[in-house]
């Protein structure tokens, strides 16, 4: 059983598209980080979202923690080619003091030109 | 970048061999952990340690031994590798624990297959 839902698992757009991806969970995390990771290499930070009901943006790409920190979305706005990649989200626990990263599945995500 | 390098990058080995994969940081961070992603799963934690000579389990850490006698190094061992345990594996740092979680720092990763 995932504990982090990530959905959906692949995404094939053209590019100038809107496109929304979701995490969700029944547990409440700490915070709720984004990577996106690139074909042989490790997965690099995107942003981190706290407080319940919290929005973050990065240029084109809007983060978003739901109120009760349980679920969390990345909505992309007229996506590029560039923007292609494996986005992951990551739930934070903190369990006998020490912080553990509960990971979606992914979401690989192709714009084509 | 976080200076991590994990080694070997790739390997090749036989089921019922032992197999250990090493992670290196000059970050001095406190925690580093070792993860294992495989299509459908994305990241899960096998291990990871939280001082020199502290390490606790993850979610799949059955088949998988970790040791930390430096804080600069952290060591993970297939004592008797299975074809299951093909996958590629990621070590992450992060620094001393904060409430509001700091972000992993992930090496490039090693990828191991058992045949």
């Known amino acids: 059983t995932q504990l982090l839902e990530q959905s959906p698992q692949f995404l094939s757009i053209q590019e100038g598209e809107n496109l929304t991806v979701y995490c969700n969970s029944s547990s409440v995390f700490s915070s709720l980080q984004w990577y996106r990771q690139e074909p042989g290499e490790g997965p690099v930070l995107l942003v981190t979202v706290v407080t319940g009901g919290e929005v973050k943006k990065l240029k084109r790409l809007t983060f978003q923690f739901g109120d009760a920190r349980k679920d969390s979305s990345l909505h992309i706005t007229a996506a590029q080619t560039g923007d292609t990649g494996l986005y992951l989200c990551a739930g934070a626990l903190i369990i006998q003091g020490a912080q553990k990263l509960v990971f979606g599945q992914g979401t690989r995500l192709t714009i084509n030109p | 970048d976080a200076g991590i390098t994990q080694s070997p990058r790739h390997k090749v080995t036989e089921t019922g061999t032992p197999v250990t994969l090493r992670c290196h940081q000059t970050?001095?961070?406190?925690?580093m952990y070792w993860y294992r992603q495989d299509p459908g799963h994305g990241l899960r934690l096998i291990h990871y340690s939280y001082g020199v000579k502290d390490t606790d389990k993850g979610e799949v850490s059955d088949g998988y031994s970790v040791s930390r006698s430096k804080t600069e190094d952290f060591l993970l061992t297939l004592e008797s590798a299975t074809s299951s345990q093909t996958s590629v594996y990621f070590c992450?740092?992060?620094?001393?624990?904060?409430?509001?979680?700091?972000?992993?720092?992930f090496g490039d990763g090693t990828r191991l297959s058992i045949l």
């Open positions: 992450a740092i992060s620094p001393n624990f904060d409430r509001y979680n700091q972000p992993q720092h």
């Open positions: 970050e001095n961070h406190r925690y």
